[in-house]
């Protein structure tokens, strides 16, 4: 696969990620918006309001400053500058903050189609709040982020769904490649620890700590790993987006019984 095609996918997993998270705010009325979600400090409006941030500054719009105060649920740089977009929305109207998502982003959609990119290390030129990332990393993080939100949006408002959408898949699997460095890093487990992550609707995805503490991803599980974890896709989302708790009886874990828990409890890489 080129760099151009490998990137290519990740703009069609987002474009279908954006239109089915403006599909599900359409469908809200203003209690749904006002309603908090599972992130600390954010309501409905403040989860749509981030996205329109992003996408209009990707889209090409200026950065925006604004004074935030401080809040208690802000605790880094970049939580500060999501902030932004969020406070400078605060008495924008649903509908506008429809419409900027969907207009940022069909903008961005229509550039990238008619010159896609086609080297997956090279910068692009316009990315959010100075962060260096390159092509691969920005549009890999986009339908995750759009995807991860729109999920925050259904938990608040009790309208379950998506789970087998290409962003729900994109984002469940892309997250499972840290398992490695959970295991090794976080953990701390020692060299020749082995780790399988059983997921529903994926093919399994095994690590081993290696002899520099390394989590290295195996081709093929080991007939008996150290620790294996069992869940759902949903289940795993919500451990690895660090969002909230999954649902009694949608984990279960085979082998060493600590080490397993420990993983559970760090597996959130999302912030």
């Known amino acids: 696969m080129t760099d151009q095609q490998l990137l290519s996918g990740y703009v069609d997993v987002w474009w279908q990620a954006i239109n089915d998270f403006t599909d599900l705010l359409e469908e809200l009325d203003d209690e749904d918006w006002a309603r908090p979600t599972d992130l600390p400090g954010w309501d409905v409006k403040a989860v749509a309001s981030h996205i329109a941030h992003l996408e209009s500054v990707l889209a090409g719009s200026p ?4 004074d935030v105060g401080q809040p208690d649920h802000v605790t880094s740089v970049m939580g500060l500058y999501t902030e932004m977009g969020v406070v400078s ?3 924008a109207e649903p509908d506008a903050i429809i419409n900027e998502i969907r207009s940022s982003a069909t903008a961005r959609h229509t550039r990238l189609l008619a010159d896609p990119p086609t080297d997956a ?3 692009p030129d316009l990315v959010f709040g100075g962060i260096g990332w390159d092509w691969r990393t920005l549009l890999r993080n986009r339908p995750l982020d759009v995807w ?4 925050d949006v259904r938990r608040a408002v009790d309208r379950p ?14 997250l499972a490649e840290s398992l490695g460095y959970v295991l090794a890093k976080r953990v701390g487990a020692p060299a020749g620890t082995t780790a399988v992550l059983e997921m529903e609707g994926s093919a399994p995805y095994a690590f081993e700590v290696d002899a520099n503490g390394r989590g290295q991803r195996l081709p093929e599980p080991p ?26 009886g949608t984990v279960d874990v085979e082998g060493d019984q600590e080490l ?6 760090a597996l959130a890489t999302t912030p």
């Open 148 to 151: 991860m939100h729109e999920q």
């Open 121 to 123: 290390s090279a910068k």
């Open 260 to 265: 397993g828990r420990r993983v559970l409890d």
């Open 161 to 174: 769904g998506g789970m087998d959408s290409p962003a729900a898949r994109h984002t469940a699997e892309y």
């Open 223 to 248: 007939p008996e790993a150290t620790v294996r974890l069992r869940m759902d896709r949903e289940a795993f989302i919500r451990l690895a987006g660090g969002r909230c708790e999954p649902e009694p």
């Open 89 to 91: 929305r605060r008495d």
């Open 63 to 66: 950065e925006e400053t604004v």
